[in-house]
């Protein structure tokens, strides 16, 4: 197909580009960038909309080999259009985890063929996540894992970390790293502070995030390896990565929607969709992330997606298992918390959520330069909308039900094929005839 995307504001931060401008696609890239393109296309009104680099999810549960209750590949990478993402980065803590050659082809193969959009499997770093020994990190890396992270579980052994550091630097591909004490954590289910104290729950501090911060930033500069520490939540966390950087360290992080927009205030309503891990920390490391965000200590948005079935998540709090939906709110999230409040501007943003995070997992896409994949999304930072309990996910554990927000993705192309449109008619179903008696 043939396309041409006009009349809209198009910004892409891979080339500083923010300018009316038309994007013609053909063949599944993009083929020219400029202004009053040719017409022989199939036409996109993008009037009122601004043009951008498709979303790439740095860390996203698609649940798929093994939990297919709570997601598959199928109906997250559906979700992922709907926010507006292209791509997404699949963890490795499936049943069984993608700690073997043959979960990373199955993946692969059914983001082929039932996937809308492109996922890249991250392969884990210790075999079965019990981080007891290597998984074969050359084995799948060559079948087309682009990370590797025992996510869900901390890798507690600092010699099998720095054993998979220097595996990992030599494959060229980073190690992604949940940061937490479980010593420290002890069966915590929120922020321990003040919130903790007053609702009679055990808390999780700070601390059991930081401290392992700092040690694997000490064993990345040891190796030479690159560090990405996933859903970084705290202010000594943001501070020993900003440091380790400016000392010369391959550190790179991502933050979440939810760290940014709450705070652990909320779980005053026992709310099981405010149970996730990290959990949401105080006022003060919710500031400190959106000064690491306006400064450039954080590198990338991750969604930290993870899909739970309804019956799990409803039950006591202290029960409830970890985690949180966020593909389909997470652009309109982080456009009311940063950039209608001014911390960030829209470009900036984009970067945030595209161009940095195929630049950090050396991915493709994240640009709308000729030549690259047309992987596109189009936004309409305007209009207002209220998050409702209906997700193309599996699931509906979101901590936003009921919010008003502003901006919204009103269409995603993957390959140069439309794979989500917000304006497409909607063909209501066929009335059942009725039987015969």
């Given at each position: ?25 053909e ?8 202004k ?22 740095l860390?996203t ?15 997250g990478?559906?979700?992922a ?57 050359a ?7 682009v ?15 720095r ?17 937490e ?20 729950m ?11 911060v ?21 202010a000594?966390?943001i ?10 360290v ?59 079935h ?11 298992p ?27 943003l ?14 493709p ?12 999304t ?37 390959g ?22």
């Amino acid at each position: 197909m043939t396309v041409l995307i006009h009349n809209g504001r198009v910004i892409d931060p891979s080339q500083r580009l923010d300018s009316k401008v038309d994007i013609l696609i053909e063949d599944g890239k993009i083929s020219e960038v400029g202004k009053k393109l040719r017409q022989t296309a199939e036409m996109i009104d993008a009037t009122g909309l601004v043009v951008v680099p498709g979303f790439i999810d740095l860390h996203t549960h698609l649940r798929e080999p093994g939990q297919e209750h709570k997601e598959t590949i199928a109906t997250g990478t559906r979700a992922a259009v709907a926010g507006g993402y292209t791509a997404v980065c699949a963890m490795a803590n499936t049943f069984p985890p993608n700690d073997e050659r043959a979960v990373t082809e199955m993946i692969i193969a059914e983001a082929a063929r039932n996937g809308a959009c492109r996922v890249y499997p991250i392969g884990a770093v210790s075999r079965a996540l019990k981080g007891e020994e290597l998984a074969e990190l050359a084995d799948l890396r060559a079948a087309g894992c682009v990370g590797v992270s025992d996510d869900g579980k901390p890798v507690s052994n600092g010699q099998l970390m720095r054993r998979a550091m220097e595996y990992a630097s030599m494959l060229r591909m980073p190690v992604i790293a949940h940061e937490e004490d479980l010593n420290l954590t002890d069966g915590g289910v929120m922020h321990e502070g003040f919130h903790s104290t007053l609702l009679g729950m055990s808390g999780i501090p700070a601390a059991s995030e930081e401290t392992m911060v700092a040690r694997d930033v000490i064993l990345a500069r040891m190796t030479g390896a690159h560090l990405h520490v996933a859903h970084v939540s705290t202010a000594g966390a943001i501070a020993a990565i900003r440091e380790a950087r400016a000392s010369g360290v391959h550190v790179t992080c991502e933050v979440t929607p939810h760290h940014i927009a709450l705070g652990d205030e909320t779980v005053q309503s026992f709310s099981t969709n405010l149970k996730m891990n990290p959990p949401l920390r105080s006022e003060e490391h919710r500031k400190a992330l959106l000064e690491g965000i306006a400064d450039g200590t954080v590198d990338a948005i991750a969604t930290d997606h993870a899909p739970h079935h309804f019956d799990e998540k409803n039950v006591e709090f202290d029960l409830a298992p970890f985690g949180v939906i966020g593909l389909e709110t997470a652009f309109a999230i982080c456009h009311d918390r940063l950039v209608r409040e001014r911390v960030i501007d829209l470009p900036r943003l984009i970067e945030l959520m595209s161009s940095a995070p195929a630049r950090i997992f050396n991915l493709p896409g994240g640009t709308l330069r000729a030549g690259s994949p047309a992987d596109v999304t189009l936004l309409d930072p305007e209009t207002r909308f209220q998050v409702t309990n209906t997700f193309r996910s599996k699931a509906s554990n979101s901590p936003f039900i009921g919010e008003m927000l502003h901006g919204r993705v009103v269409a995603t192309i993957v390959g140069g094929v439309m794979k989500y449109d917000l304006r497409a008619p909607v063909t209501p179903p066929r009335p059942k005839p009725k039987r015969r008696r």
